[in-house]
T-cell receptor
């Protein structure tokens, strides 16, 4: 069945360093890949997304890359700050708005001051 | 825009009791998703609706779970009878054909004792 694997499950970095989270998906028909950030006691919040017709997208300190051939996509956070500490989820879907998302298992990122 | 509104925020109930979780999607969104989050299983899609019609309920664990969307501005997820293994955070999310990504509510933390 459809599956998204996410690694690592936990990640600790020093403030100012970069963090990378990687995901692999199984459904070849997936063409939309959002990333969500979940802070304690809150619902997941969309932070960036990428569609399959582009290989990379950047928004300030956050970037996502997509390798459709290998079915891999990654989240890169540069110049990490303590407020980046949260759980991050990747997801894969056959569409953006009204399709179901298959989520990865999450990565708990801790940025050490 | 008040976002996706879920109620109650917390629910503690005894095993065997009926539990009803409520969700008000963002006005104008035509898709609504119910997810369950646990440490062991992560974010699991239970059911989703498009234009108030259930599209995929394959994630509903068993007959004790039911969901309805009587109109575009309201949905319920009901568990009857509840069991301790139903304890989790239940999220509702909504989206539209014209935006990217779901918007999640703040969730309902359910504890069945």
């Amino acid at each position: 069945g459809e599956n998204v694997e996410q690694h690592p499950s936990t990640l600790s970095v020093q403030e100012g360093d970069s963090a990378v989270i990687k995901c692999t998906y199984s459904d070849s028909a997936s063409n939309y890949f959002p990333w969500y950030k979940q802070e304690l006691g809150k619902g997941p919040q969309l932070i960036i997304d990428i569609r399959s017709n582009v290989g990379e997208k950047k928004d300030q300190r956050i970037a996502v890359t997509l390798n459709k051939t290998a079915k891999h996509f990654s989240l890169h956070i540069t110049e990490t700050q303590p407020e980046d500490s949260a759980v991050y989820f990747c997801a894969a879907s056959r569409g953006s708005g009204t399709y179901k998302y298959i989520f990865g298992t999450g990565t708990r990122l801790k940025v050490l001051a | 825009d008040a976002g996706v509104i879920q109620s109650p925020r917390h629910e503690v109930t005894e095993m065997g009791q009926e539990v009803t979780l409520r969700c008000k999607p963002i006005s104008g969104h035509n898709s609504l998703f119910w997810y369950r989050q646990t440490m062991m299983r992560g974010l699991e899609l239970l059911i989703y609706f498009n234009n108030n019609v259930p599209i995929d309920d394959s994630g509903m664990p068993e007959d004790r779970f039911s969901a309805k969307m009587p109109n575009a501005s309201f949905s319920t997820l009901k568990i009857q009878p509840s069991e301790p293994r139903d304890s989790a955070v239940y999220f509702c999310a909504s989206s539209s054909d014209y935006n990217y990504g779901y918007t999640f509510g703040s969730g309902t933390r359910l504890t069945v004792v």
